[in-house]
C-alpha cells in the first residue's frame, strides 16, 4: 500500500518510516497553494490518488466572546473551508487524473 501523510509541520510525520512507498509533505489545508502541491506532489510520484482522510482540525477553548475575528476565522478556514478546498481538488484528481493511469477502480 502507498501512503501520503501531510502535516502543518512535516517534523510531526518523524515516526513514519522513510520508504519508497510513503511520501511526507507539508500541508496547511487552509492554504490552497499548498493543497495544489501536496496534490501535485502526489501524482507525480505515484500517478494516482485513490483515498483521501482529511483529519486537519483544531478547536478554541474558552468562552465564545474572548475569541478574536482572526482566531475564529483561522478555525473556519482549516476545519471547514480546508476540508472543502481538499475535497474540491481530491474530486477532480478522481474523475480527469486517475483514469489516465490506466488503472479502473475496484
Known amino acids: 500500500m502507498l501512503v501520503i501523510a501531510t502535516a502543518r509541520q512535516i517534523t510531526s510525520l518523524s515516526e513514519i518510516p522513510d520508504k519508497d512507498d510513503a511520501l511526507k509533505l507539508e ?3 487552509a492554504s490552497t497553494d499548498a493543497i495544489d502541491e501536496a496534490l501535485k506532489a502526489t501524482l507525480d510520484k505515484f500517478g494516482r490518488i485513490d483515498v483521501v482522510v482529511n483529519n ?8 465564545t466572546e474572548t475569541a478574536s475575528e482572526q482566531e475564529a476565522r483561522a478555525v473556519m478556514d482549516t476545519n471547514f473551508w480546508g476540508m472543502v478546498n481538499v475535497s474540491t481538488k481530491y474530486l477532480r484528481i478522481l474523475r480527469e487524473e486517475n483514469p489516465r493511469s490506466g488503472q479502473q477502480a475496484a
Open 27 to 29: 500541508l496547511d489545508v
Open 56 to 63: 486537519a482540525g483544531y478547536t478554541l477553548a474558552g468562552d
